[in-house]
């Protein structure tokens, strides 16, 4: 039986961390709202910035260690792991991107700007486990294997990197079209990673602000704004909007939870379109990415090999194209050919970007489509 006190304060901690998550994704977007920009057209922190990220950082890590509380009692009072049926499953994949967040995109790469992103899928995917929520109890006798522990835990944990990839990638592709963009208009050329610059004569004296002196040579420095201003404002809150309502709205019915999903998407693309000219270059955002899926697809491929193996101790066969083994099987091919087109050439760069892209929606569509409502011998898993 489960223990009714300890499910509500796992309850109440669960909604406390998700509104400590929100305070901390407007403090991160507020560090780049505050940064400036040098003479030479790169981003800097000013103290305000830096304040606003030191604050962020610490309301993450606070909701952070409120939410993994949440898991933890939710566990016991279910008197089982914590992640046996989708409201759990979903918040404890979302404490995972939390930490893969502060551990390596903040700690590791020195990329704090991109937190504010992160936790936003976080808040998303909270969001989900509300709108699925289910009371704890027991699992039905079909989960109750040891199995649950070794599977479910690897497709979760690889999942929540993904996700950090996927936004990466989401980002690059954002970055690489800006710097594109700026690199082939008249008034600049070579390099647009932090500013584009094209060389002017040695003897010009004029010097206005946003002229640099590199070996006798004066070299004009595109603005800050220069690659925001090749993408469209508009598009950047109405794409979000509309994929991510038309998804909501698909999933759950619910024209209210559809519309405030939509919304949040519409602000997170807003401010990505700001953010462009304090993202990491294209080519470290590339490489955040790939590296962040080259390590989580080794486990998702552990946890379909897991799942095969539990699949024959409780069924007695090891495959057989059930629609969830089928989406995990087809999320692990777009994968392993977005691997493959980083080392094939002429499929780098945006091709095996967008690749990735599909391969995050397949796992999405996994996920939520394949549990909610296609019939098949996963469909005891309820919510």
Same mark, same amino acid.
């Given at each position: 039986m489960a223990d009714p006190a300890l499910a509500a304060t796992s309850n109440t901690l669960?909604?406390?961390?998700?509104?400590?998550?929100?305070?901390?994704?407007?403090?991160?977007?507020?560090?780049?709202? @505050?940064?400036?920009?040098? !003479?030479? /057209? &790169?981003?800097?922190?000013?103290?305000?910035?830096?304040?606003? #990220?030191?604050? $962020?950082?610490?309301?993450?890590?606070?909701?952070?260690?409120i939410h993994a509380t949440s898991v933890v009692t939710r566990g016991l009072a279910a008197g089982r792991v914590p992640?046996?049926?989708?409201?759990?499953?979903?918040?404890?994949? @979302?404490?995972?991107?939390? !930490?893969? /967040? &502060?551990?390596?995109?903040?700690?590791?790469?020195?990329?704090? #700007?991109?937190? $504010?992103?992160v936790l936003a899928g976080v808040v998303l995917m909270m969001t989900a486990a509300i709108l699925l929520y289910a009371e704890a109890g027991p699992v039905v006798p079909a989960l109750d294997s040891y199995w649950i522990r070794i599977h479910t835990s690897a497709a979760m944990a690889a999942s929540s990197i993904f996700m950090v990839g996927f936004a990466a990638t989401a980002l690059y592709l954002v970055k690489d079209t800006a710097e594109r963009r700026v690199a082939q208009t008249d008034s600049f050329d070579g390099s647009t990673v932090g500013a584009g610059a094209v060389a002017l004569p040695p003897s010009a004296t004029d010097r206005p602000e946003g002229y640099v002196d590199d070996a006798g040579t004066a070299l004009r420095i595109a603005s800050p704004e220069a690659q925001r201003d090749t993408l469209s404002p508009l598009l950047f809150p109405l794409v979000p909007f509309v994929v991510v309502g038309l998804f909501t709205f698909a999933v759950w019915r619910t024209p209210t939870g559809a519309?405030?999903?939509?919304?949040?998407?519409?602000?997170?693309?807003?401010?990505?379109?700001?953010?462009?000219?304090?993202?990491?270059?294209?080519?470290?955002?590339?490489?955040?990415?790939?590296?962040?899926?080259?390590?989580?697809?080794?486990?998702?491929?552990?946890?379909?090999?897991?799942?095969?193996?539990?699949?024959?101790?409780?069924?007695?066969?090891?495959?057989?194209?059930?629609?969830?083994?089928?989406?995990?099987?087809?999320?692990?091919?777009?994968?392993?050919?977005?691997?493959?087109?980083r080392s094939t050439r002429g499929w780098r760069g945006r091709r095996a970007a967008w690749t990735a892209v599909g391969a995050f929606a397949a796992l999405m569509v996994t996920y939520f489509a394949v549990n909610l409502f296609i019939v098949g011998l996963h469909s005891y898993a309820d919510v």
């Open positions: 669960f909604n406390v961390a998700f509104v400590t998550y929100i305070v901390a994704t407007v403090a991160y977007f507020g560090a780049l709202a @505050a940064k400036r920009f040098s !003479v030479e /057209g &790169l981003p800097e922190a000013t103290t305000t910035a830096r304040v606003a #990220e030191g604050a $962020g950082t610490f309301l993450a890590c606070a909701g952070l260690a992640w046996a049926n989708m409201y759990e499953y979903s918040s404890a994949m @979302a404490l995972l991107v939390v !930490v893969a /967040g &502060l551990v390596v995109v903040q700690r590791r790469y020195g990329y704090g #700007e991109l937190m $504010g992103f519309f405030a999903a939509a919304s949040v998407a519409a602000l997170l693309g807003t401010a990505s379109w700001y953010a462009v000219p304090y993202l990491p270059s294209a080519a470290q955002l590339d490489a955040l990415a790939y590296r962040t899926i080259a390590f989580a697809f080794p486990v998702w491929t552990f946890a379909v090999i897991a799942g095969a193996i539990w699949a024959e101790e409780a069924w007695g066969r090891y495959w057989g194209w059930d629609a969830k083994e089928t989406g995990s099987f087809f999320t692990w091919v777009l994968y392993a050919a977005y691997l493959h087109a």
